[in-house]
């Protein structure tokens, strides 16, 4: 059997003509820093259950407040503390 030969994928396609010398290095870093960039990657299994990224912002919003309302459930009381100071 012959082997098929291998095109040299390292060459660009002719439409693709970019001219590299009027590249600028780190053209939107400063707008990044400002406005600020967060990217998070989620695992395929958990990607599975969204729809969209503001499905996942939706459900984050409302895991926060759950726990922000938890949290106040499990406080423990001042009461011991009262007593002692009126003691």
Do not use: H, I
């Not at 590299?20 to 599975?48: H, I």
């Not at 939706?58 to 726990?67: E, K, N, P, Y």
């Amino acid at each position: 059997m012959k082997r098929k030969s291998r095109s040299n994928s390292d060459e660009l396609r002719p439409e693709y003509n970019f001219d590299y010398s009027k590249a600028v290095r780190g053209k939107y870093y400063k707008r990044l820093l400002k406005e600020g960039a967060n990217v998070v990657v989620l695992e395929p299994d958990v990607a599975k259950a969204f729809r969209d990224s503001a499905a996942v912002n939706d459900t984050l919003r409302s895991l926060l407040q759950v726990a922000r309302l938890s949290s106040r459930l499990t406080v423990r009381s001042n009461r011991a503390a009262r007593k002692r100071a009126t003691a």
